[in-house]
């Protein structure tokens, strides 16, 4: 069946990663065959004793063979130790590297395939997947070989110590077998469920963390709880599925094992009693039989570790297919300027451009239905739209967050789609609508909008960006600002993400609704500061209110996913319906400034 063949398929994914260790944990490997072989001597041994020194009545041959036994039993441990040595520090980094594979690639992937996937299914896959990896690399790897080995050769000493015995012993292999195939294809299919789950739970504690004012403000702990609880007893429903098809597989493999040995003891007692077999044969035959035990239980343990272990690969490299952003494409028809030749400057142009999210429905009208747009060079270009009308889509378009659908998008003549990620990041810099910040000090956070950027670069950001409230922090720009920057308040987070977008002095500057969360005074000190640095930059502002309109050279209106109306304010304001509904809230304001 597919199951357990596609399940060593997808554990042979790991060989990239164990193929650095492959000496040391092959090395591991035969100590742990020759310390569990070690064990099936001890038979023999007492064989000897019984057959031997007991039969002569030799009280110092007892004691030589206590002594061998014991020499043995040291031995076996320290092998067993010496495998632990031999395997811990390779696989910790065989761990490591996967990991960090991962946070690379999350870091590549589209914006689009953050949009579809579940935070916390990420999380899972690169923490307790992850886990469930080394632990299998470690553990089940090794002992399912190990063993398999064992078993087959104390099996053979078996036979050749009394055939007849041996066969009894090995009848129930059959059987066996049969259970086990059947087991793996149930436990597979458990496994993939429960391990889903623990990432829907991921989510679940992850948006309640990050929610937990909103969950505190609106009362929702209750109905939150309840949606966790119900998640998590389902993963506990799985998880006793899992637990119930181990100990049925467990059952079946202690009991026909043992039955087949308590056979063997029958026969082989009274093969002694008529003096067909000597009595140390059938000690050394039980007594290996006995050290065959823990090898053949724990193949259920070792089959359900795998199986688990080949659900976290799939579920590892699910992530790790998913295709990159490709770092460069260059269209047919792009212009590429030759080496060192500089463009005229131009500014930004949109030419065409159509939108759709990579996962809207087929048959609903695309966010952008071709949007042609010239912003020139050193001009700031205002864009005016209902809420929802594609505005953020329309600014993501322009540092390749998301592809454009059809299209071109030029700066100073250069088609975006031709130009490497990296040189385009450095070109265009971007104010969110969401001032997200990280876990880093103010210094740390701004200098995000700058490779290589100087504190006094730092500085006049801050000072264009209005933040003058970070010298009053404890620690002035080395302050660090917690989670998301949740200790700050919405309009200094806001700041601070204008400060990190102006900071590298781009070329293009891309602000979606920079301004939204100040009050009248900041706004218009910003505004000032602003204007300053948008006279050496193509800009392009998302505005909501007319003051910020005003920040801009000329007004674009967005409406049915088409720039309906370019003009000055005024002129809009007399000439287009719609841009004066949009801006009539405030208009009075407008009319002043
Ligand atoms: N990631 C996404 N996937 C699919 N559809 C999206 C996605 N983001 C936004 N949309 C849809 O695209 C449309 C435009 O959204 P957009 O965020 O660009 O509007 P906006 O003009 O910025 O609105 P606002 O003024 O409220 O910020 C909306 O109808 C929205 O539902
Ligand atoms: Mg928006």
């Not at 359900?304 to 790790?320: D, G, I, N, P």
């Not at 952008?368 to 809420?387: C, K, N, P, Q, Y």
């Not at 454009?404 to 490497?420: E, K, M, S």
Request: with cysteine.
């Amino acid at each position: 069946m597919p199951v357990g063949r596609s399940a060593s398929r997808t554990l042979l994914r790991l060989w990239p990663y164990v193929r650095p260790v492959r000496a040391r944990w092959a090395g591991a490997a035969v100590v742990a065959v020759m310390a569990s072989c070690l064990g099936l001597v001890f038979p023999l041994v007492l064989k000897w004793i019984v057959d031997g020194p007991v039969t002569d009545r030799d009280p110092g041959g007892v004691w030589l063979g206590a002594g061998v036994l014991l020499a043995l039993g040291v031995a076996e441990a320290l092998l067993f130790g010496l495998r632990r040595w031999l395997v811990a520090r390779p696989l910790a980094s065989v761990e490591a590297a996967m990991r960090a594979d991962l946070y690379r690639h999350l870091q590549r992937l589209p914006v689009a395939f953050h949009d579809r996937w579940a935070s916390g299914q990420l999380l899972s896959r690169g923490t307790t997947d992850l886990m469930v990896v080394r632990m299998f690399l470690a553990f089940p790897l090794t002992f399912l070989i190990v063993n398999g080995v064992t078993i087959c050769a104390g099996l053979a000493l078996l036979v050749v110590q009394d055939w007849g015995l041996g066969l009894v012993l090995l009848a129930p292999a059959v059987p066996l077998i049969a259970v086990c195939y059947r087991f793996e294809h149930g436990y597979a299919q458990a496994s993939r469920r429960a391990q889903d789950q623990v990432g829907d739970l991921t989510t679940v504690v992850e948006e309640s963390v990050l929610g937990i004012r909103i969950i505190k403000g609106f009362g929702r702990h209750r109905s939150q709880a309840r949606a966790f609880r119900d998640l998590s007893s389902e993963l506990r429903g799985t998880e006793l599925v899992k637990a119930r098809l181990l100990a049925g597989i467990l059952a079946v493999i202690t009991l026909l094992p043992e039955a087949a040995l308590g056979a063997a003891l029958v026969i082989g007692t009274t093969q002694v009693a008529d003096g067909a077999l000597s009595a140390g044969t059938l000690v050394a035959f039980l007594s290996t039989a006995l050290a065959l035990r823990w090898p053949i239980e724990s193949i259920g343990f070792l089959l359900a570790m795998s199986q688990e272990a080949a659900t976290a690969t799939r579920r590892y490299f699910e992530v790790l297919d998913a295709a990159e952003e490709d770092p460069r494409v260059r269209p047919a028809d792009a212009a590429v300027p030759e080496q060192g030749r500089r463009l005229p400057a131009d500014g930004l142009r949109f030419d065409g451009v159509v939108f759709r999210y990579p996962d809207a429905a087929e048959d609903c009208a695309p966010t952008l239905a071709g949007i042609d747009l010239h912003i020139r060079s050193g001009e700031t270009m205002a864009l005016v739209g209902a809420t929802g009308s594609g505005k953020t889509t329309l600014t993501a378009l322009v540092p390749r967050l998301y592809e454009v659908t059809a299209g071109r998008i030029l700066l100073d003549g250069q088609d975006i789609a031709a130009l490497p990620r990296e040189e385009l990041r450095t070109l265009v810099s971007m104010a969110f609508e969401e001032p997200t910040l990280f876990s880093a000090s103010v210094a740390e956070n701004v200098l995000m909008g700058a490779v290589d950027g100087t504190p006094e670069q730092v500085e006049r950001a801050l000072g264009v960006a209005q933040a003058d409230f970070v010298r009053r922090l404890p620690d002035g720009v080395d302050t660090e600002v917690g989670e998301q920057g949740l200790s700050l308040s919405g309009g200094q987070r806001q700041r601070l993400a204008l400060a990190r977008s102006v900071v590298g002095g781009p070329r293009f500057l891309v602000l979606d609704d920079p301004l939204s969360a100040l009050d009248v005074h900041t706004e218009a000190a910003v505004e000032a500061a602003l204007r300053r640095v948008l006279a050496d930059s193509t800009a392009l502002v998302v505005a909501h209110r007319p003051s910020t309109v005003l920040l801009a050279d000329r007004v674009a209106l967005l409406s049915g996913g088409r720039i309906t109306a370019v003009g000055t304010h005024q002129e809009l304001l007399r000439t287009d319906a719609e841009y004066r509904y949009l801006m009539s809230g405030e208009s009075d304001e407008g009319e002043q400034a």
